[in-house]
C-alpha cells in the first residue's frame, strides 16, 4: 500500500521474483548500495532494502522484497506478495529454462497479485554475450503478450538496473495518484 512516510511522499512495496540464479539479490544489491557478488548466496537476514526515488516533484521510498531461497523449492507464500504494488520478474537470459519457466511465475503473480501490479519483465546478465539462449526480442514480445514493461540488464556492470526500477516506480506512481 500506498502511505505518507516522514520525509517521503509515498512507500511503495514491490517484490522480486523468478528461479534461483538469475540475478535477483544482485539486482538488487546493486540498486540499494551499488554493490555487486561474484558468488551466488542465498540471502540472508535481508527480507528488503529502501531506496529513494524522485519521481518528478514527489518522493517515492521504494522497499524492495528479496527471496531467501525460497524460489528454489518454490514455496514464496502470499505474504511476500501482499501490498506489493509492483514485481520485478527475473530471467537469466544465459538460461532458457529461466524464461520458459516465466510462465509459472505468471501464474503464480495472477493467484497471489493485485490484479493492477506493475510487473517489469527483466532479462539479466545481458553482459554475458557469448552465451546468450533468449533473443531480446523474445523478451520483448512475451512482455507485449502480457502487457509487462521489459528491459535487459546486466547487474554485474550496472547497465540499466536504476532504469528498470525506475520504470517499475514510475509506472506505479502514474496508476496510485
Ligand atoms: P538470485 O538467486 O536470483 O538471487 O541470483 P544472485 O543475485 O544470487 O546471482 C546468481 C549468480 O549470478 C551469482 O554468481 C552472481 O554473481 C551472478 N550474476 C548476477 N547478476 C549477473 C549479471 O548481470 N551478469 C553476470 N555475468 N552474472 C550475474
Ligand atoms: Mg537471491
Do not use: H
Not at 63 to 83: K, L
Not at 101 to 111: A, C, G, I, V
Amino acid at each position: 500500500d500506498a502511505f505518507n512516510d516522514d520525509e517521503c511522499d509515498y512507500l511503495f512495496k514491490a517484490v522480486l521474483i523468478g528461479d534461483s540464479g538469475v540475478g535477483k539479490s544482485n539486482l538488487l544489491s546493486r540498486f540499494s548500495r551499488n554493490e555487486f557478488r561474484l558468488d551466488s548466496k542465498p540471502t540472508i537476514g535481508v527480507e528488503f532494502a529502501y531506496k529513494n526515488i524522485r519521481v518528478g516533484d514527489k518522493l517515492i521510498k521504494a522497499q524492495i522484497w528479496d527471496t531467501a531461497g525460497q524460489e528454489r523449492f518454490r514455496a514464496i507464500t502470499s505474504s511476500y506478495y501482499r501490498g506489493a504494488l509492483g514485481a520485478m520478474l527475473v530471467y537469466d537470459l544465459t538460461r532458457r529454462a529461466t524464461f520458459d519457466n516465466l510462465r509459472k511465475w505468471l501464474e503464480e503473480l495472477r493467484r497471489f497479485a493485485n490484479t493492477d501490479m506493475v510487473i517489469v519483465l527483466v532479462g539479466n546478465k545481458s553482459d554475458l554475450v557469448d552465451k546468450r539462449e533468449v533473443e531480446e526480442k523474445e523478451g520483448r514480445n512475451l512482455a507485449e503478450k502480457e502487457g509487462l514493461c521489459f528491459m535487459e540488464t546486466s547487474a554485474l556492470e550496472n547497465v540499466n538496473v536504476e532504469e528498470a526500477y525506475l520504470e517499475m516506480v514510475t509506472k506505479i506512481f502514474e496508476i496510485t495518484s
